[in-house]
């Protein structure tokens, strides 16, 4: 089949590329220059490439982008960056919870598509939603406490100066 | 310098962030203009002959720039022997074909390259190469593969490598005994699934120097690179990036040599990276090992003799297997004092997968057998397990088996305690569900082995404005090695820690360091670091002496400060005391080698001498809930206590430590690289299954700090030794459960119930 123009939103930007049908998102947001969604096995096993598509986590490997033809992409490029980090990002380098880090961009999308809809989770709760991110490095307990912080943080974000000036909402 | 100001505190390390927010380039995250994408093709059989290679349909393709043959790259052999920043000589037979040529010995050995305009044109280049193979009998199994007649692997016989140990009269020392027990222990081949697969850009610049940026744990491979395509050693710089795990899998070379004859022949930058099928297929696994165990004991519980047979399955290239299998015979005995030891080792080849390095280097294998072992003494002698261990343990000023005088604190009963009283009170049975406890002891290695005369190369900078530059060669693959070099910095410049900069290495711009490997990287940098920055504080408070007219000793720096000890108003800020030093031609940076202590190499009848540096003692306690009818175990509670010597960033090392006991509880309950006749039958991460975040709860981490270590500040090696004990305390905790014992590994529901006679 031949290529069709397809409208992707990234992270707030519209992109319009010509894609052939066997073009996953993955290989699409790479392409596009979107290297925070990385490619751990292409086959849905690691949750390295993990974004939001319409603001629920998805294994990009597993999506054709023509799938995501007008749809809103998410990625943990697009949550923060480095001046002005997202919570979650934060909380995870904060916890000790980032190691060799190849496997943290794919948690943060889930864990914001987690708070967003249970900003209270137990770790159980944290646990089941990023059992589908594989980590080598840590065990995983520093990434659960991190999340965990969060959900604590915003507890406590009532009062005005526990929140971070520099931080954006959820 | 005894209250630290950065060194022991839990800090952010420098990389978190930059990862959490997806800004770090991995090495398939960096492109270049005008880059080809390369392939690799791999042999389906493994074992045959290549009877013929033709890749002239493959050339013919468009958008395909250049394929490569063996006959292209002038039958090119790699030497894939322990990688050197020294004067060692190889192993002789270490070497390996870069692309095969008469016969292929494993599946997924390397058979030819491609480069072509894009990933697509490049694997379908891959299908168009004609090779015509011829297979021929392999052989799959340690043990047959050691009988006459075998196939052989490659000439002149499958003995890749054998190490062994004398130590006192064995006969007299079983003679003595009032028991002896003998068993055998079996482990499988184990992944590394690190998560980022092999990657790397590679690209000639405008010296006719050849560029690799990748995904490494040892940068002096650019002398292998070198040595392989027959060019200057000063003709190939290595990048290292940030790489996505390592654990031993990156140590051998991967796609370097590949990626330097891409960019040689195309004169292009090339992309080369590993699928994640091609990543299990092409890289290194965990020794499997075979090992007998008979050990004689005295009714009050003293070890009177040991006598091991290893046998480790080598794969089909020696790599890293001499090594690894010495470091088995080297901790073959565990933390024990034991008179009478001998041990025999092999590491034999066969069609499998090549083994190699892989976090604990041949540790985490005999610990699981030395340490089922006491369990079996304690039980045979209604015994308390860790009151047999005690009478046992190595103190410091014991010998090991090697005859090597343990000089640090070998914190062994401490470490076990507190791992199993860490696990507060017992479970309770309930119906079928059994509850069991069990812990084991390791001793393990940090440091290169004595005869590779180690050393490690850091230069640390001032800059004018008062902060601080690190060169320092050393590979992060994920335990915070850059950081913690920076704390070091920190720490003995009084600089805060924002103001101080490492560099990821780079052949061409940080002095080398030596490989991230050996749970060695924190020990030999760290010093390394340690003494140039205190080089340079010499330099500082000699001249702030003369300006305040107090003795150095009693000024210091803090904060970006330099003041006088009793009377900190006295101070200055630290760029007006550099500007000073610089203005005076006062040298404000320094070039640091710090050297591990050299010995000859041991004996090679006897296996006595000393062997490493030092070495890491500590405990991991378990508790599991067995289920007799289905088999299934759960592991309820576990505690890991170390002796770290010192924790630089204790965040950093209890991340190590948790990260270590996961990898191990899956060793022990999940991972198994099943291979049939050469096949690998796990082979993607559906298949082949690590732990996830719902398969065991938190491993509480108890730090002991002796401060007696060799590294840093009194530091010890955490990497490895993180693993080590995980495996063997879960086999014992299952025993304790089943009341039966459990020999080989992983423990699956299918071996539970055939322990307890239900299959």
């Known amino acids: 089949m031949e290529p069709k123009l397809i409208t992707l939103k990234i992270n707030g930007r519209t992109h319009q590329v010509a894609l052939k049908p066997n073009v996953t998102l993955l290989r699409a947001l790479r392409d596009l220059g979107y290297t925070d969604v990385k490619n751990g096995c292409e086959k849905g096993d690691c949750g390295a490439c993990a974004v939001l598509l319409n ?3 998805v294994n990009s490997c597993l999506v054709l982008a023509w799938q995501a033809d007008g749809a809103e992409v998410l990625t943990a490029a697009g949550l923060g960056t480095v001046d002005r980090p997202h919570p979650i990002q934060e909380a995870l380098a904060d916890s000790g919870g980032v190691q060799c880090g190849f496997c943290i961009p794919g948690i943060v999308v889930v864990a914001k598509a987690l708070l967003d809809r249970n900003p209270n989770p137990t770790e159980e709760e944290i646990r089941e939603a990023i059992s589908g991110n594989l980590c080598r490095c840590t065990g995983y ?3 659960v406490e991190g999340i965990q912080r969060i959900a604590e943080s915003k507890e406590s974000s009532e009062s005005p100066e526990a929140k971070s000036n520099k931080a954006p909402t959820l | 310098m005894a209250n630290f100001k950065v060194v022991g505190k839990p800090i952010r390390r420098f990389d978190a962030l930059s990862k959490a927010v997806g800004a770090t380039l991995f090495a398939d995250d960096f492109k270049m203009p005008g880059m080809l994408h390369g392939k690799v093709l791999r042999s389906p059989y493994p074992s045959a002959r290549i009877v013929r290679i033709d890749p002239s349909r493959a050339r013919a393709l468009p958008g395909v720039v250049c394929v ?15 990688p050197g920043q020294t004067g060692q000589r190889e192993r002789p037979r270490s070497e390996t074909p870069v692309l095969a040529w008469d016969r292929v010995r494993y599946k997924g050995e390397a058979v030819a390259l491609v480069a072509a305009e894009t990933e697509e044109i490049a694997e379908r280049a891959l299908e168009l190469i004609d090779v015509e193979y011829e297979p021929m009998p392999g052989v799959f199994d340690p043990l047959e593969a050691m009988k006459p007649g075998a196939p052989v692997v490659f000439e002149p016989d499958n003995i890749v490598a054998r190490w062994r140990i004398r130590k006192g009269d064995i006969e007299a020392g079983f003679a003595a005994a009032d028991l002896i027990i003998e068993n055998t222990y079996r482990v499988p081949f184990v992944e590394h699934a690190y998560l980022e697969p092999e990657a790397g850009v590679a690209w000639v610049d405008e010296r006719g120097v050849i560029n690799i940026r990748v995904s490494t744990q040892v940068m002096e491979h650019f002398r292998t690179v070198a040595r392989t395509l027959g060019i200057p050693q000063n ?4 990048q290292g990036a940030f790489a996505g795990g390592g654990f031993g899998g990156k140590e051998d070379i991967t796609v370097e040599v590949f990626l330097a004859l891409l960019a040689l022949h195309t004169r292009r930058p090339v992309r080369l990276v590993y699928t994640r099928e091609e990543s299990i297929l092409a890289h290194s696994k965990r020794h499997p090992y075979i090992m007998r165990y008979r050990t004689g004991v005295k009714r009050n519980g003293r070890i009177t003799a040991l006598r091991v047979e290893l046998i480790a399955d080598s794969g089909a ?3 890293l297997s001499p090594y690894v299998s010495l470091y088995s015979t080297v901790v073959a005995t565990g933390p024990y004092r034991i008179d009478n030891v001998w041990v025999d080792t092999v590491a034999v080849a066969t069609n499998n997968p090549f083994t190699s390095a892989f976090r604990g280097f041949g540790g985490p294998q005999p610990c699981f057998a030395y340490e089922r072992q006491m369990d079996e003494i304690a039980r045979a002698l209604g015994m308390d397990p860790l009151e047999v261990r005690r009478i046992n343990y190595l103190r410091t000023g014991d010998t090991t088996a090697t005859g090597q005088v343990i000089h640090s604190a070998a914190l062994l009963e401490e470490s076990a305690r507190r791992a199993l009283e860490a696990l507060g009170e017992r479970t309770p049975d309930r119906g079928p569900i059994r509850v069991g406890r069990g812990f084991a002891s390791y001793m393990q290695p940090y440091g290169r082995l004595m005869w590779l005369h180690d050393t490690s190369q850091a230069w640390v900078g001032l800059e004018l404005d008062g902060t601080v530059v690190i060169r320092c060669g050393a590979p992060d693959p994920g335990g915070g090695q850059l950081s913690s070099l920076c704390q070091i910095a920190s720490e003995v410049l009084g600089v805060p820690l924002e103001n101080v900069v490492a560099y990821t290495p780079d052949t061409a711009l ?3 360091a030596g490989t991230t490997t050996a749970t060695r990287q924190l020990y030999m940098s760290g010093n390394a670091v340690l003494q140039a920055a205190t080089a340079i504080r010499k330099t500082l408070l000699d001249r702030a002496s003369k300006y305040f007219e107090e003795d150095p000793e009693d000024l210091d720096l803090a904060d970006g400060r330099v003041f006088v000890k009793n009377d900190p108003d006295r101070s200055m800020p630290l760029p007006d005391l550099i500007r000073i030093c610089a203005a005076e031609g006062l040298p404000l940076s320094h070039l640091a080698m710090f050297k591990a202590p050299f010995r000859d190499p041991i004996d090679p009848e006897t296996g006595q001498g000393d062997v490493f540096p030092d070495f890491t003692f500590g405990a991991f306690a378990v508790e599991v809930a067995v289920d007799t009818e289905t088999g299934l175990i759960e592991v309820l509670k576990s505690a890991a206590c170390h002796d770290v010597g010192r924790a630089i960033n204790p965040a950093a090392v209890i991340g190590q430590i948790q990260g270590g006991s996961h990898q191990g509880l ?14 690998i039958r796990t082979p993607s991460l559906s298949e082949y299954l690590i732990p996830t975040s719902v398969d065991y709860p938190t491993t509480q981490v108890i730090l002991l700090e002796s401060g007696t270590g060799l590294g840093p500040f009194g530091a010890k090696g955490i990497g490895e030794p993180a693993i080590t004990p995980v495996a063997a305390a879960v086999a014992n905790a299952v025993s304790d459960a089943l009341g039966v014992p459990i020999r080989e590994l992983p423990i699956t529901p299918e071996r539970v119930l055939k322990a307890l006679g239900k299959l």
């Open chain 1, 55 to 57: 603001g629920r986590p």
């Open chain 2, 666 to 679: 899956g060793y022990a309950l999940m991972e198994n690289l099943i291979v049939e006749n050469g096949e």
């Open chain 1, 141 to 143: 307990s520093l990434i």
């Open chain 2, 317 to 319: 290239y020696p790599y």
């Open chain 2, 510 to 512: 940080t002095p080398l």
């Open chain 2, 68 to 82: 490569l043959t063996a006959a292209d790259i002038g039958y090119a052999k790699m030497v894939a022997d322990i």
């Open chain 2, 235 to 238: 003709r190939v710089r290595i």
